[in-house]
């Protein structure tokens, strides 16, 4: 390990970081495996077998990424028992902001009436959400702020071409948060982080902006596809992934004095089921300790980790006192991994039995998250 990864400032902080609450929300539309088969030439046997997903939600008319971010911070807000005057700090990890400015935190800020708290946006794609987490940790074990929100909001609907089969049968909407509190001399509930970045990787997923030059200058090469703003190749990526995942958990497992037997849940980015079999395979972790929910919503980029924490939390699944290894990884390239107990008691009242009988083919945060 590099001196830096050996230092670990999660031990002993001045404050200590608990876990306060979870939340999500996903938007109502649907699009189904056959609804894509109207739209490219693919199947429901093949986006099955090669990724787990049986149906994404995606926005609708004017729908914007704002509000899902602002429908899950209330849930969570829910969750935690509070209000949004109680927030010192928002961190919304999103690639897809309806605005590049007004960030997507200030109007998160605005409608949750969090009059006391900073934020920013953070643009690191499906890592958004472990990177938001590890920064709010900096703020929260110094002392500077006491809760903090951290979200994952992003619309990849509206970026994927439709008529690209290798990319659009992928995504779903969503977005999904967690706070976390801080309290000096408190036990850190937090045990180990891990991050990185190789921007050598840019290439092979890219979201591209549309803006043009000024018309008194030469205009910028239009691409041959200028619908086509998401570019990936899986393949790649699938490749990346199955390599960083492991070194990075090993790593944070390392860091913390931990192994894998310590850990009650793995809750990796919800790319592709393959993948997250493959690590867990590689590794060693038991099927049931991995938490997958990637058939009902896709991949829903920074928000899927917490709308799996989330789902997990609301089926009775994850409990106060469980070890949890977080692990994210996408675009940029950026990956990260960070390991933390789950203190949370849900103030929310408990889904309906309809909602938890329906777990295994829809999404129970929809409802909740509507009210
Ligand atoms: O969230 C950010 C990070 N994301 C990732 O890390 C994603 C990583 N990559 C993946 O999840 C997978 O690579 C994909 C799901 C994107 C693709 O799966 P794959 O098993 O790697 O497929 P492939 O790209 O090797 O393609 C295999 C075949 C190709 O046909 P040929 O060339 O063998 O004739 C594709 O054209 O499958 C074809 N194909 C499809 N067929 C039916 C690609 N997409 C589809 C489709 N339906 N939707």
């Not at 990864?5 to 699009?31: D, M, R, S, W």
């Not at 909001?153 to 999904?176: E, K, Y």
Request: aromatic share 6%; proline share 6%.
């Amino acid at each position: 390990m590099t001196p830096a990864e050996q230092h670990n400032p999660c031990t002993n902080p001045p404050y200590g970081i608990q876990l306060a609450g979870i939340g999500a929300f996903v938007p109502k539309a649907t699009l189904t495996n056959a609804d894509l088969e109207g739209l490219v030439d693919t199947n429901d046997e093949w986006i099955t077998s090669r990724t787990g997903i049986k149906q994404r939600h995606i926005v609708s008319g004017d729908e914007t990424v704002g509000e899902l971010a602002i429908a899950a911070a209330k849930d969570t807000l829910a969750s935690a028992g509070m209000e949004g005057k109680d927030l010192d700090l928002i961190i919304v990890g999103t690639s897809t902001p309806d605005t590049i400015y007004p960030a997507v935190a200030c109007q998160v800020q605005h409608a949750i009436g969090a009059t006391n708290a900073a934020g920013f946006d953070l643009s690191l794609a499906c890592s958004g959400f472990v990177y938001g987490t590890v920064v709010a940790q900096q703020f929260l074990m110094s002392g500077m702020y006491k809760t903090a929100l951290v979200m994952g909001a992003d619309i990849h609907s509206r970026t994927v071409d439709w008529t690209d089969r290798n990319t659009c049968v992928l995504f779903g909407d969503g977005s999904g948060a967690a706070i976390y509190t801080a309290e000096q001399g408190a036990p850190n509930r937090f045990f180990a982080n891990d991050l990185h970045m190789d921007g050598s990787f840019g290439k092979e997923l890219t979201l591209y902006t549309n803006f043009d030059n000024c018309p008194t200058v030469e205009p910028r090469t239009p691409r041959t596809k200028p619908e086509q703003l998401l570019y990936m190749n899986g393949r790649e990526m699938f490749k990346f992934a199955t390599r960083v995942v492991p070194e990075s958990i090993n790593t944070t497992l390392k860091k913390a004095n931990m192994t894998l037997d310590d850990i009650d849940y793995v809750v990796l980015h919800q790319a592709n089921i393959r993948i997250m079999e493959s690590m867990s395979e590689r590794l060693g972790i038991p099927p049931e300790k991995l938490i997958t929910h990637i058939a009902p919503v896709g991949n829903t980029s920074a928000a899927s980790i917490p709308i799996a924490i989330n789902h997990a939390v609301r089926t009775g699944k994850i409990k106060k006192g469980h070890k949890l290894l977080l692990c994210g990884f996408g675009a940029g390239a950026a990956w990260g991994s960070t390991i933390l107990e789950w203190t949370a008691v849900d103030q929310r009242p408990p889904l309906s039995e309809a909602a938890m009988a329906d777990t295994a083919a829809a999404h129970p945060v929809l409802e909740p998250a509507l009210a």
